[in-house]
């Protein structure tokens, strides 16, 4: 076991309240009929007001189960199901519909191309793929059926368009089984930063109880109306956003494609109570031409987090939106959330800091090279453990034992440090630090700094290889729309800021960055493209 009861160490357990729930996915849908049946579970996020479907939450478990019985007529308990869609109404009921029947869903990104959703389905190994007819413009259930007759494992590929006509196939009288809440529940794909996917395997534990804690503490309430603008493959959108409502036993509002004037509608039209954009996701509603005639008013707690937030940021949009606004901290390998901000924090803890752990989680921050507690304050590697932690990786048990430690401490791969509260900064990732000249320089501080000057909309920091030093610091900022500003006058902002070494010594001005859709910057493809020669150095 690891040193961890000294107060003046890196170490924090969340509070005890809510309690951690022992249940599953299905308990707590069937939960939520039994508190609000007739409530709106799914209001379809489509342009046309007349036009959404809509789903009560009895109408919800009502085709969750016929999807459970149709499921188990072709394929065994702890068979893994491939959804390849968008967020669409349907999303939601085979999630449920595979968690009644003791089945594993898989995630797949609708912007995936054939290769990708291929390695996705050969790797898990997945017995069937709902894939939606298409998403924007890209042939998905073509693709899919094409890639069938090429991996042996996967018997099925269904047109979530015809999801009606599988319910259908239900045998009403078919058994549904006892479901273990410690068993998987999804597989999620975690390219993310990396470029290398790996599955992690989440429980149902972790999948119902992460976002009921973060659901509370962003202010959610019963009856909340939540606007899933994230994608539903993203723990974002099908943890967060859609089990976090359900615990509410309020209404989801899927959102197929993030638009901003449709989102501004929906909130206005369907009384959206609560969202969790990332950033630059609020900006774009913010600079809609609509914004300012849209009634926002039912809003009340907007949740963020995988990108920075200024202080001067999360003061706009709370003046603007009349909101909550919290952070999150957290990864795909932990159901989502680790850490997070209140709605009562300042704006400077909500710019600096990702909060405290959630309750029932606990934290630790320790030295990556000897694995021991670090006081606070100082940097390291932060570990959590809890209900929330993956399974493992699917079918990688050398990564697996690489990540959860056998007391159940999952390594994140983050830097953080902890203050005297027990909030964290987080640094960013071991594998992003700077060694220049023996020296451990860490992207995030230099990044934060730049983000103060007002020309920048955007800053990215890596290392770039040198002769001399071994590596040098190269950014790669935005520069907002209408501003000017040139790599000598931002050396010049930053050296009362930072030390010499710090500031960096290329620079790189560029229009977009290679993002997940969780709005995270891909360190790896940016620095695979600056291999290939696709930036210029900025004089």
């Not at 998905?140 to 196939?169: C, I, Q, Y």
């Not at 209140?342 to 030295?367: F, M, S, W, Y």
Request: with cysteine.
């Amino acid at each position: 076991m690891r040193a961890v009861a000294e107060d003046a160490l890196s170490y924090e357990a969340g509070p005890g309240e809510p309690p951690v729930l022992d249940i599953t996915v299905g308990d707590l849908l069937r939960r939520s009929v039994a508190a609000a049946p007739e409530r709106h579970a799914i209001v379809e996020g489509c342009a046309d007001r007349e036009a959404r479907r809509r789903w009560t939450y009895t109408e919800l478990l009502r085709d969750a189960e016929a999807c459970a019985r149709a499921l188990l007529a072709r394929y065994e308990v702890g068979s893994h199901i491939g959804i390849w869609a968008p967020n669409v109404p349907e999303w939601t009921i085979l999630q449920c519909g595979a968690a009644l029947a003791g089945m594993v869903i898989v995630t797949i990104n609708p912007t995936f191309r054939p290769a990708e959703v291929r390695f996705s389905l050969e790797q898990s190994g997945a017995v069937a793929c709902f894939a939606h007819p298409e998403f924007r413009g890209s042939p998905l259930l073509e693709t899919a059926r094409t890639l069938a007759a090429e991996l042996p494992a996967l018997r099925d590929v269904v047109s979530l368009g015809d999801l009606p006509a599988f319910l259908a196939e239900a045998d009403p009288s078919t058994p549904l089984p006892e479901v273990d809440p410690a068993s998987a529940a999804q597989i999620q794909y975690t390219s993310g930063t990396t470029g290398t996917p790996k599955g992690a395997v989440i429980p149902h534990r972790g999948v119902v109880n992460d976002p009921r804690q973060a659901a509370v503490r962003a202010g959610g309430r019963d009856g909340a109306v939540w606007l899933a603008i994230l994608p539903m493959f993203h723990v974002g959108g099908c943890v967060l956003a859609g089990m976090g409502v359900m615990s509410l036993a309020g209404t989801l509002v899927p959102l197929e494609n993030f638009d901003a004037g449709l989102a501004l509608r929906l909130i206005e039209e369907e009384r959206v109570t609560i969202t969790n954009p990332v950033p630059t996701m609020v900006a774009a509603m913010m600079q809609h031409p609509t914004f300012t005639t849209r009634d926002l008013s039912s809003l009340r707690s907007l949740v963020s987090g995988g990108a920075p937030v200024p202080a001067d940021m999360v003061r706009s949009f709370e003046k603007a939106l009349g909101v909550d606004f919290t952070i999150v901290f957290g990864q795909t390998e932990t159901s989502g959330v680790i850490t997070m901000t209140t709605a009562d924090d300042t704006a400077e803890d909500k710019a600096t800091t990702c909060g405290r752990p959630l309750p029932g989680v606990e934290i630790t921050i320790v030295d990556p090279a000897t694995g021991d507690t670090v006081p606070r304050g100082i940097r390291g590697e932060l570990l959590t453990r809890g209900y929330h932690t993956m399974l493992g990786y699917l079918n990688l048990p050398e990564a697996s034992a690489a990540t959860l430690e056998p007391d159940g401490w999952l390594h994140t791969g983050d830097l953080a440090s902890m203050d005297d509260r027990g909030y964290i900064a987080v640094n960013g990732r071991i594998k992003d630090m700077i060694i220049r000249g023996g020296e451990n320089l860490y992207p995030r501080e230099i990044e934060d700094e730049l983000f103060r000057h007002p020309a920048l909309a955007g800053a990215a920091v890596i290392g770039l290889p040198d002769d001399y030093y071994g590596e040098i610091v190269a950014a790669f900022v935005r520069v907002r729309e209408g501003a000017a500003v040139t790599p000598t006058e931002l050396v010049e902002f930053l050296r009362p800021r930072l030390s010499g070494y710090k500031i960096p010594a290329r620079w790189y001005l560029v229009d977009e960055y290679p993002q997940t859709l969780s709005g995270k910057i891909q360190k790896f493809a940016l620095r695979e493209r600056w291999e290939s020669g696709a930036y210029v150095e900025a004089r």
